[in-house]
């Protein structure tokens, strides 16, 4: 007899046959945000009279908004009081979300859609585990709010990648056992943080740049 139904190991190629989950970070894995950020944070640095390359840039990948100016002013060798650092990562912010009005769902990196209507129609549950505060926001900018069964954000976690909280968290929220869950990462730090939560893990990168992965795919299309 013909087999009906699709394995679903197929749809992640990584050995595993009781996966039922799939957590995904946002910047960098579904969407190139990256840029943006890039503006706005050499943005302040400029007007704090230094430069901020996109080599820089690459360092606050996948980093929390307060670390990530932490890093920016070890770059630029400034020093100032925790209230100053509030109101300047406030000021980037509110850059950052201007820049986001521009953002439309050619933003998506290539096979991202796809990949998420693949898993949705093989019954796959879907989340989003990412540190950004905006992700409702740019979700909603790509049109691909309905895809996630849960959202866990910037605003629900307290503990940054490498800690595992964010994909513990969406994986409770799916009400899935760890185990059956993959992360789509772009980060060593979100790599990290999915194999401490013990999920398995995509690496959607260059695989020196993310040891410990899985599996690894230069983009989503990949997976398809
Ligand atoms: C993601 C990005 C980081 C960003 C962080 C916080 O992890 O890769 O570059 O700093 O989210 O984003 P937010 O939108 O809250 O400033
Ligand atoms: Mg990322």
């Known amino acids: 007899m013909q087999e009906m139904t699709h394995n679903k190991s197929d749809l992640f190629g990584i050995g595993s046959m009781d996966i039922q989950g799939a ?5 960098g894995v579904l969407v190139d945000t990256a840029k943006y950020h890039y503006l706005a944070w050499k943005r302040l640095a400029n007007a704090w009279g230094f430069d901020f390359t996109e080599t820089d840039n690459e360092r606050l990948k996948g980093v929390s908004r ?7 002013l070890e770059i630029g060798g400034v020093s100032m009081t925790d209230s100053q650092k509030e109101e300047a990562a406030a000021l980037k912010n509110s850059w950052y ?3 986001l009005t521009a953002l439309d769902e050619t933003a998506l990196l290539p ?10 129609e093989h019954g796959i549950r879907i989340a989003l585990g990412s540190a950004s505060k905006n ?6 900018r790509l049109n691909i709010t309905g895809f996630f069964d849960a959202v866990i954000d910037g605003n629900t976690v307290s503990k940054a990648k490498p800690d595992p909280e964010v994909f513990i968290k969406g994986a409770a929220a799916l009400g899935l056992a760890p185990e059956h ?5 772009d980060s060593l730090a979100g790599i990290e943080a999915a194999k401490r939560g013990g999920m398995k893990a995509v690496g959607v990168g260059r695989p020196e740049l993310l040891p410990g992965a899985d599996r690894y795919v230069a983009s989503l299309t990949e997976m398809l």
């Not at 957590?23 to 910047?27: A, I, N, Q």
């Open 23 to 27: 957590l995904f970070d946002l910047d």
């Open 66 to 72: 307060v670390r990530s100016l932490e890093i920016l």
């Open 97 to 99: 979300v201007e820049y």
């Open 111 to 120: 096979g991202s859609w796809e990949y998420l209507q693949r898993l949705r």
């Open 135 to 140: 992700a409702p926001l740019i979700l909603d």
């Open 181 to 185: 869950c993959v992360v789509f990462e």
